[in-house]
């Protein structure tokens, strides 16, 4: 399996953008493998990520373990805090 991050790069939110940033930043920190996947491409990527995250109004940033939904920013930076963070990825 692999982390995915949904993202979107199309926002006038500075917000979403700095919490886009802090997860790859932090992936990339720490050496864990992931890819991106930008939601302003497709409306059909849009719905994908939110039919995964059984919540039809969710927004970006998504986190994803393959098809195993791990969560979003405020859950990211809940792990972050906890030191849990492979758990959170379901990468342990």
Request: net charge negative.
């Amino acid at each position: 399996m692999s982390v995915t991050v949904y993202f979107t790069s199309v926002t006038g939110s500075l917000q979403t953008k700095n919490n886009q940033t802090k997860i790859i930043q932090l992936l990339e920190s720490k050496k864990i493998q992931f890819e991106t996947v930008d939601i302003s491409q497709s409306t059909d990527l849009r719905t994908d990520m939110r039919e995964k995250c059984g919540n039809p109004k969710a927004l970006p940033p998504q986190i994803f373990n393959g098809d195993a939904y791990c969560g979003d920013f405020a859950m990211f930076e809940e792990a972050v805090e906890m030191e849990t963070v492979e758990e959170f990825l379901k990468l342990k």
